[in-house]
C-alpha cells in the first residue's frame, strides 16, 4: 500500500521519501491539495439570451504546492539536502504522492516539476524549500485499494416433471454481481479482471445498463484486464480492444459514481470456475 511509511497528520510521502511531522523535512505550507483543481466547463452560451446550458464538468491536471523546512545543522545539512533533490528529480512517469490530513490519507500519481532551494542553508544549517508537483489525473484516491469478486450466477434447478402438488419452486438464480463502493465524493476508475472458462463475457453496469461485451472465449489459463483509466482491454497482457463488440459503451466510461454501483457478470456460456473481480479506490476532488 502507498503510504506506508506516515505514521502521522501532517505528513507527506513521495516515492520512498517521507517529510513533515518527526523528520528533518518539516511541512511548513501545502497549497492545491484539498483546493479544486482547474476545471473545463463545457456550457454552451445562450444564442438571444443571458447566461448559458450547463454542459459537463472535466477537472484539468492538479498542481501542489509545499513549503518544506529542512531543520539540521551546518555538518548534516548538505546531506539532507541531497537526499531531498535526489528523491524530487523530474522524472517521465509519476509515483505516487501520498499526503495525511485531518486523520486522511490520500494519494495522487504525480512528478515533482518545480523545486527551489536558496542558498543560505549551508551556512545555517535551516531553509525552507518549495516543491510543486504535477498530477495529470487530478483526483486524490484513498490509499488503500478495495477489491471484490464474483463468479458468474449459479442457475436455478428448473421443475422436475411430473409435477406433485404442492408445488416446490427451485430458487432463481444467484451471484453473478460485485458491488464497486466508491466512499469519496468524484467518480472513480474501475479495474476489471475475467478468467474463464466463458464464452462471450460481458459486465454489466446496473445503474446504467452500459455494457462491455467481448467477442472471444476464454480459457480457463486466459486473464482479460479492462482498465477504465488507461481505457485498455488486454488478453495475457497483450491488447485486446478489438475484440470489444458493437454494443459495448467505451471502456473509459465505466468510472464508477460516489455510492455503490453494482457490476454483473454475464456470459452466453458460463462456468462455475469463471470470476470477476473489480479494485477500485475511493476517489476525491
Same mark, same amino acid.
Request: charged share 15%; aromatic share 6%; net charge negative.
Given at each position: 500500500?502507498? $503510504?506506508?511509511?506516515?505514521?502521522? *497528520? $501532517?505528513?507527506?510521502?513521495?516515492?520512498?521519501?517521507?517529510?513533515?511531522? =518527526?523528520?528533518?523535512?518539516?511541512?511548513? =505550507?501545502?497549497?492545491?491539495?484539498?483546493?479544486?483543481?482547474?476545471? *473545463?466547463?463545457?456550457?454552451?452560451?445562450?444564442?438571444?439570451?443571458?447566461?448559458?446550458?450547463? =454542459?459537463?464538468?472535466?477537472?484539468?491536471?492538479?498542481?501542489?504546492?509545499?513549503?518544506?523546512?529542512? #531543520?539540521?545543522?551546518?555538518?548534516?545539512?548538505?546531506?539532507?539536502?541531497?537526499?531531498?533533490?535526489?528523491?524530487?528529480?523530474?522524472?517521465?512517469?509519476?509515483? &505516487?504522492?501520498?499526503?495525511?490530513?485531518?486523520?486522511?490519507?490520500?494519494?495522487?500519481?504525480?512528478?515533482?516539476?518545480?523545486?527551489?532551494?536558496?542558498? *543560505?542553508?549551508?551556512?545555517?544549517?535551516?531553509?525552507?524549500?518549495?516543491? +510543486?508537483?504535477?498530477?495529470?489525473?487530478?483526483?486524490?484516491?484513498?490509499?488503500?485499494?478495495?477489491?471484490?469478486?464474483?463468479? @458468474?450466477?449459479?442457475?436455478?434447478?428448473?421443475?422436475?416433471?411430473? #409435477?406433485?402438488? @404442492?408445488?416446490?419452486?427451485?430458487?432463481?438464480?444467484?451471484? =453473478?454481481?460485485?458491488?464497486?463502493?466508491?466512499?469519496?465524493?468524484? &467518480?472513480?476508475?474501475? #479495474?476489471?479482471?475475467?478468467? $474463464?472458462?466463458?464464452?462471450?463475457?460481458?459486465?454489466?453496469?446496473?445503474?446504467?445498463?452500459?455494457?462491455?461485451?467481448?467477442?472471444?472465449?476464454?480459457?480457463?489459463?486466459?486473464?482479460? #484486464?479492462?482498465?477504465?483509466?488507461? *481505457?485498455?482491454?488486454?488478453?495475457?497482457?497483450?491488447?485486446?480492444?478489438?475484440?470489444?463488440?458493437?454494443?459495448?459503451?467505451?471502456?473509459?466510461?465505466?468510472?464508477?459514481?460516489? $455510492?455503490?454501483?453494482?457490476?454483473?457478470?454475464?456470459?452466453?456460456?458460463?462456468?462455475?470456475?469463471?470470476?470477476?473481480?473489480?479494485?477500485? +479506490?475511493?476517489?476525491?476532488?
Amino acid at each position: 500500500m502507498s $503510504g506506508e511509511l506516515i505514521t502521522a *497528520d $501532517g505528513q507527506v510521502q513521495y516515492g520512498t521519501l517521507l517529510m513533515g511531522t =518527526g523528520t528533518v523535512y518539516r511541512l511548513a =505550507g501545502l497549497r492545491g491539495w484539498d483546493d479544486l483543481p482547474p476545471l *473545463d466547463l463545457a456550457d454552451v452560451p445562450r444564442p438571444s439570451a443571458d447566461g448559458a446550458w450547463p =454542459g459537463s464538468i472535466y477537472a484539468a491536471e492538479r498542481t501542489i504546492e509545499t513549503d518544506i523546512t529542512i #531543520v539540521a545543522d551546518a555538518s548534516t545539512y548538505p546531506a539532507a539536502l541531497a537526499t531531498l533533490r535526489a528523491a524530487t528529480a523530474p522524472i517521465s512517469g509519476e509515483q &505516487p504522492l501520498v499526503i495525511r490530513m485531518g486523520g486522511q490519507a490520500l494519494q495522487s500519481g504525480a512528478r515533482c516539476t518545480g523545486r527551489i532551494v536558496p542558498e *543560505d542553508g549551508y551556512a545555517l544549517g535551516v531553509e525552507r524549500v518549495a516543491l +510543486r508537483w504535477t498530477a495529470s489525473d487530478p483526483r486524490r484516491y484513498s490509499a488503500a485499494l478495495s477489491a471484490g469478486s464474483t463468479p @458468474p450466477p449459479a442457475t436455478g434447478s428448473g421443475i422436475s416433471w411430473p #409435477v406433485t402438488w @404442492p408445488l416446490a419452486w427451485p430458487s432463481a438464480s444467484a451471484g =453473478g454481481t460485485v458491488y464497486v463502493t466508491n466512499t469519496g465524493d468524484w &467518480p472513480t476508475p474501475v #479495474v476489471l479482471t475475467i478468467t $474463464g472458462p466463458l464464452t462471450t463475457p460481458a459486465v454489466y453496469r446496473q445503474d446504467s445498463g452500459d455494457v462491455i461485451e467481448l467477442n472471444t472465449a476464454i480459457l480457463a489459463s486466459d486473464v482479460v #484486464v479492462i482498465d477504465a483509466l488507461a *481505457d485498455t482491454v488486454t488478453l495475457n497482457g497483450t491488447p485486446a480492444k478489438y475484440l470489444l463488440t458493437d454494443r459495448s459503451a467505451p471502456v473509459s466510461s465505466f468510472m464508477m459514481p460516489p $455510492g455503490s454501483t453494482g457490476l454483473a457478470l454475464r456470459a452466453a456460456v458460463t462456468n462455475s470456475a469463471a470470476l470477476l473481480t473489480a479494485s477500485w +479506490r475511493s476517489a476525491y476532488l
